[in-house]
């Protein structure tokens, strides 16, 4: 299991210039090979199936990969992804699927409880993320107390949720996606998005993703 406290490691394009740096020409169709076969991988979840909101046939998705202890990812959840969602997923423009990318055992904790709570309801695990999001001040301290909390206000019986934080099957399933994550997409820390198989790591402005989606509507 590769659930650590420690973000893991990382890695790196221009046009004309390529020549001059002594890039050869065939690196640009390289990593636009590399790019398409990044938007392949993606395509398909793993371990656990997707749960994402807007049409499947969009044409252009989202992907975010974030862990719930993950302040960065809070803030975006509050900040950017209500503009995304009023501006790109409600109007049925784009879809947006998360992925758990657990950072300490924490954080997979909270995502085993909103994998329970949501069953296979895309709208109801969005709910139970943004919950999380907001007070993870709250259950950060005291993890077990502040997401019994949460299960319970969720409708989980406090034997629901033991049964579910004990679920190591479950627990296999989000290691396993973050593995792939981590060792095949080169996610190696959170918030990551894909935006149509490109890579945007950390914080990104709702500005940044409109410049980004509007583009990819308009081809």
Excluded at 62 to 80: K, L
Aim: glycine share 4%; proline share 5%; aromatic share 10%.
């Amino acid at each position: 299991m590769i659930i650590t406290r420690r973000a893991f490691t990382a890695a790196l394009s221009l046009t004309g210039l390529a020549a001059v740096a002594g890039l050869s020409p065939w690196r640009f169709v390289e990593q636009a090979v590399a790019q398409s076969q990044v938007a392949a991988d993606l395509a398909k979840p793993q371990s656990l199936p997707d749960m994402g909101l807007g049409p499947k046939d969009a044409p252009v998705t989202i992907i975010e990969y974030a862990s719930m202890t993950c302040p960065h990812c809070a803030a975006f959840n509050d900040q950017v992804f209500p503009k995304i969602k009023a501006a790109y997923i409600d109007t049925n423009k784009i879809r947006y699927v998360f992925r758990e990318f657990p950072l300490d055992i924490k954080a997979a904790t909270a995502s085993m409880l909103a994998r329970c709570i949501a069953k296979d309801d895309p709208n109801r695990f969005f709910a139970v993320i943004d919950t999380l999001f907001r007070q993870q001040d709250n259950w950060f301290g005291k993890t077990l107390e502040g997401l019994t909390l949460i299960g319970k206000q969720a409708g989980l019986s406090e034997q629901d949720i033991t049964t579910c934080l004990k679920d190591q099957s479950l627990l296999d399933k989000i290691a396993a996606d973050q593995k792939f994550a981590n060792e095949k997409l080169k996610v190696n820390s959170t918030p990551t998005f894909f935006i149509n198989g490109e890579m945007v790591r950390g914080e990104t402005s709702f500005e940044e993703f409109e410049k980004k989606i509007n583009a990819l509507l308009k081809t």
